[in-house]
């Protein structure tokens, strides 16, 4: 292990330390650095030292202990206590510094420009003042500059990793805002396609068992031909759902494509199932459209057929596929008289059809047709780029 992760795992351990027993823990360090030349040497007259001198270098070093609550204080008591120690002459001949140090450090790293700025003032002045030769006073200020630019430094990387901090939590709730948003399109976009599966099943088979009872005595054939129909719808869209419902499951079994355009002509062949002579022709050279553009020209073709079959009373229907440069051009008509104008207009099924077509970037209109009887809708969808 580099001596970097030795580093970084003493940096995380510490962290999780209460700062009151960190300060002690350096409190008790430098007490007992500077009194060590106190207990360990005697004086020239073979006497302990003054207690002057234990006073001193306990008042410079005791503070420490409060340095986060109480910065300047700390410092204040120290720089005071540092400055007594030579007030009598028989101590040992050591400078106390590293208490007023730390708290220097303390001051730098956490207060505010101008009180950083003022302390520094007042300990350089006061280090001058007191301080009896001129090496004594460079070695003072290079050490009290030095523990200043430590202090700088450290509070500039704590606000650099708080900002990366609160920059990867705005992301990660950026992503899961982001991530709920796609949950809510793609639930949106399940509850489309489940309305359109049922609604067009379930409209085939209606009007298939409706005229079954009828064929039953007047043509046996074709009321075998309209249970024929109802066991396919029923089959095609159990099918349908079985495939959009395996994206719900945590562990996906396979899956089946999606319908697409190519399986346009079955599906007017099957709605033709219902009694409606549906026909269906393309204009003009097939382009590539991107796979959800695919998927949403068939439900919207689905959507608008079972419309016909539900509302309109229609006996015939078209559905017109024209291919251009840059779009495809769906139309599908019908003969019959639309809605009710009683009940009001705007159903989920054109809601559906127009917010599909706008998911890829196209557009859906839908009204009567202009000169003739009947319905139309008419939905631009744009080719994928090549």
Same mark, same amino acid.
């Given at each position: ?56 270098? $306990?008042?410079?070093?005791? +503070? ?9 204080? @700390? ?16 101590? /040992? ?15 730098? /790293? ?14 350089? #002045?006061?280090?001058? $003042? ?17 523990? *200043? ?8 990387? !704590?606000?650099?990793? =708080? =900002? ?12 899961? &805002? ?9 639930? =949106? !976009? ?5 309305? %359109? $599966? ?29 249970? %024929? ?7 095609? #869209? ?18 089946? +494509?999606?319908?697409?355009?190519? #399986? ?15 026909? *269906? ?27 016909? @079959? ?7 229907? %078209?559905? /017109? ?7 495809l051009m769906i139309d599908i008509t019908d003969?019959?008289?639309?809605? %009710? +104008? ?10 559906? &059809? ?14 009567? !047709? ?17």
């Amino acid at each position: 292990m580099s001596e970097s992760r030795y580093v970084m795992r003493f940096r995380r351990w510490s962290a999780t330390l209460p700062p009151m027993l960190v300060d002690a823990a350096l409190a008790a360090l430098v007490l007992g650095v500077q009194l060590w030349p106190l207990l360990a040497t005697h004086s020239l007259s073979g006497r302990p030292w003054h207690w002057w001198g234990y006073v001193a270098v $306990i008042a410079a070093s005791v +503070p420490l202990v409060w340095r986060r609550r109480a910065p300047v204080t @700390v410092l204040v008591c120290t720089l005071l206590a540092t400055a007594s120690y030579d007030v009598v002459d028989d101590v /040992a001949r050591q400078p106390i510094w590293y208490g007023s140090l730390a708290a220097f450090y303390t001051v730098a /790293a956490t207060r505010t420009r101008w009180v950083r700025w003022s302390m520094f003032a007042v300990t350089i #002045a006061g280090g001058l $003042i007191v301080v009896g030769s001129s090496e004594t006073a460079l070695r003072g200020i290079v050490l009290f500059v030095a523990a *200043y630019a430590i202090g700088r430094a450290a509070a500039s990387s !704590r606000a650099q990793a =708080a =900002a990366l901090e609160e920059r990867a939590a705005r992301l990660t709730r950026e992503r899961e &805002i982001e991530a709920e948003r796609a949950a809510e399109r793609e639930r =949106a !976009r399940i509850a489309r396609d489940m309305h %359109d $599966i049922l609604a067009h099943a379930v409209s085939v088979m209606v009007v298939q068992a409706e005229a079954g009872p009828v064929a039953v005595t007047a043509n046996p054939a074709r009321a075998v031909a309209a249970f %024929d129909a109802i066991a396919t719808a029923g089959r095609d #869209a159990m099918d349908q759902l079985r495939r959009l419902l395996n994206v719900l499951k945590e562990e996906e079994g396979p899956r089946g +494509p999606q319908p697409t355009i190519g #399986a346009l002509p079955s599906l007017a062949e099957q709605v033709g199932t219902t009694g409606l002579h549906v026909t *269906y022709s393309t204009t003009g050279e097939p382009r590539p459209l991107s796979p959800d553009t695919e998927v949403a020209a068939y439900r919207i073709v689905q959507e608008a057929l079972t419309n016909i @079959v539900k509302h309109a009373d229609a006996t015939r229907a %078209d559905v /017109a596929l024209t291919w251009q440069d840059h779009a495809l051009m769906i139309d599908i008509t019908d003969d019959g008289h639309g809605r %009710d +104008p009683a009940l009001p207009s705007g159903g989920h099924g054109l809601i559906g &059809i127009r917010e599909r077509a706008a998911a890829c970037g196209g557009s859906a209109v839908a009204g009567p !047709r202009e000169g003739a009887p009947g319905f139309l809708v008419r939905v631009r969808l744009p080719r994928a780029a090549s």
